[in-house]
């Protein structure tokens, strides 16, 4: 199975400031159509895990323009360019590529310092 | 608008079995595969079960392989997930999500609110 790690794992940050938050696959997500599975998901506090990015860098619909995905073979980046209050919560990575099982990162904690 | 409502969840003795249910609208249930995703109190992100858009294809996480089942209707617009052999560590919330049928990765994108199961004597 990939594993997958994100970092850090506890985001303290201020307002109006950027966030980054660093995943890393245990093996290569390029798909063999050339496309990288990676997806990231926002789970704000007591509700349900949304789709912020899929193949890496591609906003969902909906997803402010702050929020951006970079990244190839094994390192991927979250990043948040200007921090605002509805941000907190915790950021999951999730891997589609080499299935099953699909598997996520273990979750970072973004907070308002 | 797209909705996934999960319901079944509930308090159950070890060794007892359960049924979730995911009940969708706002979209064509038919061209999705769906997903059974579960969160231990406190915890991160499991994924559980999948089945393809026709039912022709099922996948298990290890850790429910051999009790748990997936089964959809698509006449109802609905996928179930039957959990048998209930241990204390399937207790979480079980969502449910879905994947558009021509995205090879089945890549979840909307999520249901979840449903929660304690599994406990």
């Known amino acids: 199975d990939v594993v997958m790690t994100q970092s850090p794992l506890s985001l303290p940050v201020t307002l109006g400031q950027p966030a980054s938050i660093s995943c890393r696959s245990s093996?290569?997500?390029?798909?063999?159509?050339?496309?990288?599975?990676l997806s990231w998901f926002q789970q704000r506090p007591g509700q349900s895990p949304r789709r912020l990015i899929y193949?890496?860098?591609n906003r969902d619909s909906g997803v402010p323009d702050r929020f951006s995905g970079s990244g190839s073979g094994t390192d991927f980046t979250l990043k948040i360019s200007r921090v605002e209050a509805e941000d907190v919560g915790v950021y999951y990575c999730?891997?589609?590529?080499?299935?099953?099982?699909?598997?996520f990162g273990q979750g970072t904690q973004v907070e308002i310092k | 608008q797209v909705q996934l409502v999960e319901s079944g969840g509930g308090v159950v003795q070890p060794g007892r079995s359960l049924r979730l249910s995911c009940a969708v609208s706002?979209?064509?249930?038919?061209?999705?595969?769906m997903h059974w995703v579960r969160q231990a109190p406190g915890k991160g992100l499991e994924w559980v079960a999948a089945?393809?858009?026709?039912?022709?294809?099922?996948y298990y996480a290890e850790s429910v392989k051999g009790r748990f089942s997936i089964s959809r209707d698509n006449s109802k617009n609905t996928v179930y997930l039957q959990m048998n052999s209930l241990r204390a560590e399937d207790t979480a919330v079980y969502y449910c999500?879905?994947?558009?049928?021509?995205?090879?990765?089945?890549?979840?994108?909307?999520w249901g609110q979840g449903t929660l199961v304690t599994v406990s004597s």
């Open positions: 999500t879905r994947s558009y049928y021509l995205d090879s990765s089945a890549t979840p994108d909307y």
């Open positions: 706002g979209f064509t249930f038919n061209n999705y595969g």
């Open positions: 089945i393809w858009y026709d039912g022709n294809y099922k």
């Open positions: 093996q290569g997500l390029e798909y063999s159509d050339g496309n990288t599975y």
């Open positions: 193949r890496v860098s």
């Open positions: 999730m891997q589609s590529t080499h299935w099953p099982p699909w598997t």
